[in-house]
Structure formats: structure tokens, C-alpha cells
């Protein structure tokens, strides 16, 4: 492995893939390792690199991160991508760090209902929770369609790296509800969806 490459550690379809697309959007030089998921985040001399066991994991030189929000603004700051994030001042970047923070608060329920699906045996699986997670989805994704109505993305006119970090949120929403219901947020995920580097990171089943 080539020591001044940024090294990605990655699952197909997981929350790495948020990084995978900021790396192809700015055409880095970087290298994937790619894991099976679930139990190839078990192996040790990955555990080595990520004690909790989770992707993505970036390595850049003596900098190992692991949080994919930390890694987009690291990306942006040291690439100095002003472009795809606005600088400390600007009036876009307390909307801006919302969003990357929001961008989370979407995933952890798709997350949790997938947790359901995969980790609990149906008839031990609390419906009354997976209620409660799918109402919470959709105010979730209300909110979210509501804010971007009469703009192209979350900043307004330009594409930046806070509508990578959602729109892979929405991408692991879609296995649980339908953008039908959203008709903005459905414009806006199309929006994304085209362009090349999207298309070079996520699995090929997303929409045309
Ligand atoms: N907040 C973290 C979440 C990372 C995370 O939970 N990743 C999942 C994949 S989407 C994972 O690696 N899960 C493995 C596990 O829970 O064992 C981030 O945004 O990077």
C-alpha cells in the first residue's frame, strides 16, 4: 500500500459510501479496502485500525478517522474544497455544519430498523419500536422535503458536500419508505443521483 494515499476502509451501500463520494467528487488519489459486511468488520487487523468495528474508516498519513462527518469536513478543510464547504465567517456555514449533523440524525433510523430486520429474530422484534422508528422516519423526511422546496440543494443553488452526507442518508432510507410521499426531496435525490460521481459510489440498484 502506497503510504501517501489516502486509504478508505469500506463496506458497499454502508455509511463509507458518504466518503467514497466525496473522494470521487474531488478526484482524490486514495485506495479502498473493502470489507463484507457484517462479518468482515470482524477481523482483527481491521480491529487494529477500528476497535468499534464500523466503516468508514480513512487513514491519511498518521491520521486514522472514523466518523463520516469529521472525515467530510477534514476532506474539505485539507483539500481545501471552499466549493463544497463553506469557510468559518461565510454565512452558509452554520446551515452547512447543520446539515452534515443532520445527516446522522436520518441514518441512526433506517439504521435501526435494519438493525431490526438483520440482528432480531421476527417474533422477538418490538412492533411497538418499529412504529415508533418509522413515524420518526417520515416526520424526518417531511422536514427535510419542507426545506427544500424552491432550492436545487440543501445550500440553495450549489451542490456541496452537506448534500453527499444527507443524500446517503436518504439512500439508506429508501429501503424503509418511498420518496412518492416527498415530492422535493425526491426531485432533489434525482438531482443527485446523476451525477458521475454518485453513480461511481453506490451500489448499481439506486434510481435513474
Ligand atoms: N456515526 C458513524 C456511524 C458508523 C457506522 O455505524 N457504520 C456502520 C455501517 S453503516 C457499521 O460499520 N456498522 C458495523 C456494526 O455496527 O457492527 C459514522 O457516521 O461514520
Not at 440482528?119 to 411497538?128: D, G, K, L, T, V
Not at 419542507?146 to 450549489?158: A, D, F, I, P, T
Not at 419508505?177 to 416527498?182: F, K, N, P, V
Amino acid at each position: 500500500m502506497n503510504p501517501d494515499k489516502l486509504v478508505l476502509h469500506h463496506c458497499l451501500g454502508s455509511r463509507s459510501t458518504r466518503v467514497l463520494w466525496l473522494l470521487n467528487e474531488i478526484e482524490a488519489d486514495f485506495e479502498v479496502v473493502e470489507h463484507d459486511f457484517p462479518r468482515g468488520l470482524r477481523d482483527p487487523e481491521f480491529r487494529a485500525v477500528s476497535p468499534l468495528g464500523r466503516v468508514p474508516v480513512l487513514v491519511d498519513g498518521d491520521q486514522v478517522l472514523c466518523e463520516s462527518g469529521a472525515i467530510i469536513q477534514y476532506l474539505c478543510e485539507t483539500r481545501q474544497r471552499w466549493d463544497l464547504m463553506p469557510q468559518m465567517g461565510e454565512a452558509l456555514k452554520p446551515a452547512w455544519l447543520q446539515w452534515l449533523h443532520f445527516a446522522e440524525t436520518l441514518a441512526t433510523l433506517p439504521a435501526a430498523l435494519f438493525q431490526n430486520e438483520v440482528s432480531i429474530p421476527e417474533a422477538e422484534r418490538s412492533q411497538a419500536m418499529l412504529e415508533l422508528d418509522r413515524r420518526r422516519l417520515g416526520k424526518a423526511l417531511n422536514y427535510l422535503d419542507e426545506q427544500l422546496k424552491g432550492r436545487s440543494y440543501l445550500l440553495g443553488e450549489s451542490f456541496s458536500a452537506a448534500d453527499i452526507a444527507v443524500g446517503y442518508s436518504v439512500f439508506f432510507s429508501t429501503r424503509f419508505a418511498s420518496l412518492e410521499d416527498y415530492p422535493d426531496l425526491a426531485e432533489w435525490y434525482l438531482r443527485l443521483s446523476q451525477r458521475p460521481a454518485f453513480r461511481q459510489s453506490f451500489p448499481a440498484e439506486v434510481p435513474d
